[in-house]
């Protein structure tokens, strides 16, 4: 599984960005699919992450109620709409594919990995 991040950029405090997510190779209807997010010389942290097929999702309590996982089968991608932004989300941004069979926050849980996308808030 390939998996390609975009729609990083710079944004203001409060406001919108949605990040992409497309994978190649194979569906990601059969993996758990997550975000994640990392600054330099920082651990990657869980943001968000989502198994369809057992409609569970599941956020890190820093992105509830202003971040939402959602998909689109037909263009095997997934996304990341981040809402109400703060200077504190600043970080690369991570999609990620684990083939366990249930929704996990762990970065060692996931077994595919894309490029990183930036994202900049400025205050």
């Known amino acids: 599984v390939q998996l390609v991040e975009s729609g990083g950029g710079l944004v203001q405090a409060g406001g919108s960005l949605r990040l992409s997510c497309t994978a190649s190779g194979r569906t990601f209807g059969s993996y758990t699919m997550g975000w994640f997010r990392q600054a330099p010389g920082k651990e990657r942290d869980f943001v968000a992450a989502?198994?369809?097929?057992?409609?569970?999702?599941a956020y890190a309590d820093s992105v509830k109620g202003r971040f939402t996982i959602s998909k689109d089968n037909a263009k095997n991608t997934v996304y990341l709409q981040m809402n109400s932004l703060k200077p504190e989300d600043t970080d690369v941004y991570y999609c990620?594919?684990?083939?366990?069979?249930?929704?996990?926050?762990?970065?060692?849980?996931?077994?595919?990995w894309g490029q990183g996308t930036q994202v900049t808030v400025s205050s």
């Open positions: 989502a198994r369809w097929s057992d409609r569970t999702t």
């Open positions: 990620a594919a684990s083939r366990l069979r249930t929704v996990v926050v762990g970065a060692l849980e996931y077994d595919y």
